[in-house]
C-alpha cells in the first residue's frame, strides 16, 4: 500500500478537487478516447440495410451502407471498425468464411477504398456465422453428442485469417475460443509472408448470457446446445483467464481482448496487472447496449451519463481500447 500522507479533516478535505469543474478536470487520470473505440459491424449482401430489432440503431449492412457507415465513423474520430460478415448460404464446415469474395473480403475491400488507412480495420474470425449449426467449428459426435472439434478446426480457422489478410485487414481478431488458435494463424500469416498482420485475441472470452441480441444481429445462435464447451465458465477462478492469456501471448497474440466488458471489470483489471505493456481491449457487448438502450427509451436512465460512465468504468479497469456499439454516439457527446 502508498504511504498515507492525509492529516485528517479539518485540514484535509478531498471535496476541495470536486468543487470547480475545472479543478476536477485537472484531477481526472482517465481519459476517453474514441480514436481507441472500435465499431462492431454487420454486414450482408442485398439490396436493403436490415434494421436489427433487439439493437436500437444497429442495422445489417449492405456494402453500399456499409461504405457510407465507414465514412461518418472516420468523419467522427472513431479510430476502428470490427467485421461481421452475414453469408447468403451456411454449412456444416463454414464453407463461406473460406471464400476469398466472401462478403468479409469485400467489405475490407470496401472499407480501404473508402477510407484508406485513416480507420484501422479489424475482422472477426469465427465460424458461427457461416456453420448451419452454429457453432464455432467443425462438429464431430462423441459419446452420443456433438462438439466442436478443437484440433481439426485449427486449419480452417488459419485459412480464414489467411482470407482476411489477402483482403487487406489491418488486424485479426479470432475469437472462436479455439485451444491453438492464436499459434495455428500465426504460423499461417508468418509462412505467407504477413508476419506484420497483427492479432487480437479474444483471449478471455466468456459463456455469456450478454450476447443474445449479438446471435439475433449475426444470426449465430447455436440450433441445439450452447458454447459453454469452449468459452470460459463466468464462475471459473478467475486466474484460468490469466491462463488463458498466458497462452495466447505464448502462441503469438500481440493485442489481448476481454469480454464481456462490465460484468468482467475485476478480469480486466488483473490482466492489466499481470500483463503489463501488453495491449488490452473490452468489448462493451450488445447485451450491455441493449439494456442501457432500453432503459433510457422508458425515461428511466441518461443514456449520456450512463454511457459515458460505463465506458470510464471500462478505460479504468485498463482497457483503453473499448469495442463499443455506443462508440459514434459517445464520440459526438464527448
Not at 54 to 74: A, C, I, N
Not at 198 to 221: C, L, N, Q, V
Amino acid at each position: 500500500m502508498p504511504f498515507s500522507f492525509d492529516a485528517g479533516f479539518p485540514t484535509t478535505r478531498l471535496r476541495r478537487l470536486r468543487q470547480h469543474p475545472l479543478v476536477r478536470r485537472f484531477s481526472q487520470t482517465v481519459t476517453l478516447s474514441p480514436d481507441k473505440w472500435i465499431l462492431p459491424l454487420f454486414v450482408k449482401d442485398g439490396a436493403e440495410s436490415v434494421p436489427i430489432a433487439s439493437m436500437p440503431g444497429h442495422r445489417q449492412l449492405t456494402l453500399t451502407d456499409f461504405r457510407t457507415e465507414v465514412k461518418e465513423l472516420k468523419d467522427a474520430g472513431v479510430g476502428g471498425i470490427m467485421i461481421f460478415g452475414i453469408p447468403n448460404a451456411k454449412d456444416a464446415v463454414g464453407s463461406g468464411a473460406m471464400n476469398e469474395e466472401g462478403i468479409v473480403p469485400r467489405a475490407v475491400k470496401t472499407a480501404k477504398d473508402a477510407v484508406g488507412d485513416d480507420l484501422l480495420v479489424v475482422t472477426d474470425i469465427c465460424f458461427c456465422e457461416y456453420t448451419d449449426h452454429g457453432h464455432c467449428g467443425i462438429l464431430k459426435e462423441r459419446g452420443g453428442r456433438w462438439e466442436v472439434d478443437n484440433d481439426e478446426t485449427l486449419e480452417i480457422v488459419a485459412f480464414q485469417a489467411l482470407v482476411h489478410a489477402r483482403a487487406g485487414a489491418d488486424m485479426v481478431a479470432p475469437s472462436g475460443m479455439i485451444d491453438g488458435m492464436i499459434g495455428a494463424i500465426r504460423k499461417a500469416l508468418d509462412e505467407n509472408d504477413y508476419t506484420d498482420l497483427p492479432i487480437m485475441s479474444y483471449a478471455a472470452k466468456y459463456a455469456s448470457a450478454f450476447y443474445g441480441p449479438f446471435r439475433d444481429a449475426a444470426e449465430s445462435a447455436p440450433k441445439f446446445g450452447d458454447r459453454r464447451g469452449y468459452q470460459m465458465d463466468p464462475a471459473a477462478d478467475p486466474a484460468q483467464a490469466l491462463r488463458e492469456v498466458a497462452l495466447d501471448l505464448r502462441e503469438g497474440a500481440d493485442m489481448i481482448m476481454v469480454k464481456p466488458a462490465l460484468p468482467y471489470l475485476d478480469i480486466l483489471s488483473q490482466v492489466k496487472q499481470t500483463f503489463p505493456g501488453v495491449p488490452l481491449a473490452a468489448y462493451h457487448v450488445s447485451g450491455e447496449f441493449s439494456m442501457i438502450k432500453a432503459a433510457a427509451a422508458a425515461g428511466w436512465i441518461d443514456e449520456k451519463r450512463i454511457v459515458l460512465e460505463s465506458l470510464n468504468s471500462i478505460a479504468r479497469a485498463g482497457a483503453p481500447i473499448i469495442l463499443t456499439y455506443f462508440a459514434k454516439e459517445a464520440a459526438a457527446w464527448l
